[in-house]
């Protein structure tokens, strides 16, 4: 079959990949237009852009998926099916209905739990001990088509949304080129989701990472897991002694079972260097300061002279008192 393909996301490469080594024909990519990075703040071109640029295969960088000359430019292409994965655009009717099988897309959840933009992220955040890949066909609601497949795998105790993110990204491909098969030869079957069960997903603000030590431990341990490599699950560290404040984001942590000594506030570091927490403490492994790389707690606390006492308080928090 012929094939537009729409993305921006380092999720589909490797479903990329897979399609220019197929029998299938990637005739077109479409995605998002170069957004500024960095601490330069330069533009640079989405992940999908780049890949086609290196694979000298044809790419369009649009801000309007559903604009009348970009659909001029898909229907100039041919397409039997068109394929989204990660794109970050809402897709109109009428792009859907150019080719003749219509569009399908390849979603990083068990649909129809986790509909939206961070399905990766929320099913650690919230503690699920599964997740997967779903092919659905493209409908006017957020990720509410049929279902054409789905593949399932356990969420690993101390697996973080960076690296659950390339697993399910190594899942797709396979799945994809069958799914593609069985569409080409008539044999694909759809089915309706339970709307009824249905979840959302949002997208992840900057803010979405500000601890709360008021929460409980295992809670703030599975959004420090969900929320990396970004936004990332960060706070104030503050140094009693020094009268210091920095920015940090927690990368690991373990949680530590025990009542709470009365005399502790929320976000407190006791005897052992633990996390007092609304619910138990943790423990940091590593961390990462602002401007600084990642590195163990024991080589920040030997750094910062940090002492029993010391805090972590919410960013919000602190802010205001600041």
Same mark, same amino acid.
């Given at each position: 079959?012929?094939?537009?393909?729409?993305?921006?996301?380092?999720?589909?490469?490797?479903?990329?990949?897979?399609?220019?080594?197929?029998?299938?024909?990637?005739?077109?990519?479409?995605?998002?237009?170069?957004?500024?990075?960095?601490?330069?703040?330069?533009?640079?071109?989405?992940?999908?852009?780049?890949?086609?640029?290196?694979?000298?295969?044809?790419?369009?960088?649009?801000?309007?998926?559903?604009?009348?000359?970009?659909?001029?430019?898909?229907?100039?292409?041919?397409?039997?099916?068109?394929?989204?994965?990660?794109?970050?655009?809402?897709?109109?009717?009428?792009?859907?209905?150019?080719?003749?099988?219509?569009?399908?897309?390849?979603?990083?959840?068990?649909?129809?739990?986790?509909?939206? *933009?961070?399905?990766?992220?929320?099913?650690? %955040?919230?503690?699920? +001990? $599964? &997740?997967? #890949?779903?092919?659905?066909?493209? *409908?006017?609601?957020?990720?509410?088509?049929? %279902?054409?497949?789905? +593949? $399932? &795998?356990? #969420?690993?105790?101390?697996?973080? *949304?960076?690296?659950?993110?390339?697993?399910?990204?190594?899942?797709?491909? $396979?799945?994809?080129?069958?799914?593609?098969?069985?569409?080409?030869?008539?044999?694909?079957?759809?089915?309706?989701?339970?709307?009824?069960?249905?979840?959302?997903?949002?997208?992840?603000?900057?803010?979405?990472?500000?601890?709360?030590?008021?929460?409980?431990?295992?809670?703030?341990?599975?959004?420090?897991?969900?929320?990396?490599?970004?936004?990332?699950?960060?706070?104030?560290?503050?140094?009693?002694?020094?009268?210091?404040?920095?920015?940090?984001?927690?990368?690991?942590?373990?949680?530590?079972?025990?009542?709470?000594?009365?005399?502790?506030?929320?976000?407190?570091?006791?005897?052992?260097?633990?996390?007092?927490?609304?619910?138990?403490?943790?423990?940091?492994?590593?961390?990462?300061?602002?401007?600084?790389?990642?590195?163990?707690?024991?080589?920040?606390?030997?750094?910062?002279?940090?002492?029993?006492?010391?805090?972590?308080?919410?960013?919000?928090?602190?802010?205001?008192?600041?």
């Amino acid at each position: 079959m012929k094939i537009v393909y729409l993305g921006s996301g380092e999720f589909g490469i490797e479903c990329l990949n897979a399609l220019v080594r197929s029998s299938h024909n990637l005739r077109l990519v479409v995605t998002q237009p170069p957004r500024a990075a960095g601490r330069g703040r330069k533009l640079q071109p989405t992940p999908v852009a780049s890949w086609a640029d290196a694979h000298l295969v044809p790419f369009i960088e649009t801000a309007d998926a559903n604009a009348p000359q970009l659909l001029e430019k898909v229907v100039h292409y041919e397409p039997d099916l068109i394929v989204v994965i990660a794109f970050g655009q809402k897709i109109g009717a009428e792009l859907i209905n150019i080719p003749p099988k219509s569009a399908i897309n390849v979603h990083s959840s068990l649909l129809p739990k986790y509909r939206g *933009a961070a399905p990766i992220n929320w099913a650690i %955040i919230n503690g699920e +001990s $599964q &997740t997967g #890949i779903s092919i659905i066909t493209l *409908a006017d609601e957020m990720d509410a088509g049929r %279902i054409l497949a789905q +593949s $399932q &795998t356990d #969420i690993g105790p101390d697996e973080t *949304a960076g690296q659950l993110h390339d697993r399910l990204a190594k899942m797709a491909p $396979q799945m994809l080129l069958k799914t593609l098969n069985h569409i080409a030869d008539g044999s694909a079957t759809y089915t309706d989701q339970d709307h009824s069960k249905a979840t959302l997903a949002p997208k992840l603000k900057k803010t979405d990472g500000f601890l709360d030590f008021n929460d409980s431990a295992e809670s703030l341990r599975r959004k420090i897991l969900g929320l990396w490599p970004w936004p990332g699950a960060s706070a104030m560290y503050i140094s009693k002694k020094e009268d210091k404040a920095v920015r940090v984001t927690i990368a690991m942590a373990e949680v530590v079972r025990y009542s709470k000594p009365a005399d502790l506030p929320q976000g407190t570091l006791d005897k052992n260097l633990n996390l007092i927490c609304g619910m138990d403490s943790l423990k940091i492994t590593k961390i990462k300061p602002a401007g600084s790389a990642i590195m163990e707690f024991k080589d920040f606390v030997n750094g910062r002279r940090t002492k029993p006492g010391d805090m972590f308080l919410k960013i919000d928090k602190y802010s205001a008192h600041d």
